[in-house]
């Protein structure tokens, strides 16, 4: 099963323990699914993680947030869309997961982004909360 997960969702697994989040990313690296991303993705998760406030709560420096990106990277099967979608008019940054999913041939993606959850899916991939995809990995 291949899943992209919104960088919402990894971030909230990165600043708390124990939720679906944090479930849904253990199990990643587990092997319980394969990660797909985007280098769009990836950049967009990096610039997050140097937030002042989100690198404050982390307590991490900027080796280990580079590291973590590295690791990220290497555990997931990153693609380069060639696709493109213009399905969210309200936020238009999020039509890059949904561009990650199709090109990368997700089974899910995972957000926690009202504007793509809105949409419950698109061209066939359902988009689910953390707490359904947890549901659904706890389900396997």
Request: a negative charge.
């Amino acid at each position: 099963m291949r899943v992209v997960l919104d960088t919402n969702v990894l971030v909230s697994a990165l600043l708390t323990a124990g939720g679906p989040p944090d479930a849904i990313v253990r199990a990643a690296y587990n092997g319980d699914f394969q990660l797909v991303a985007s280098s769009p993705l990836v950049a967009e998760l990096r610039s997050v993680l140097i937030r002042p406030r989100i690198k404050e709560r982390l307590g991490w420096s900027d080796q280990e947030i580079a590291a973590f990106i590295t690791h990220f990277s290497e555990q997931a099967v990153i693609v380069q869309p060639q696709t493109r979608v213009a399905v969210v008019v309200s936020d238009p940054a999020d039509n890059k997961v949904l561009e990650a999913a199709i090109d990368g041939k997700a089974d899910y993606v995972v957000s926690g982004d009202r504007h793509l959850l809105e949409l419950r899916g698109y061209q066939d991939i359902p988009v689910v909360s953390p707490a359904y995809f947890a549901a659904v990995l706890a389900s396997r």
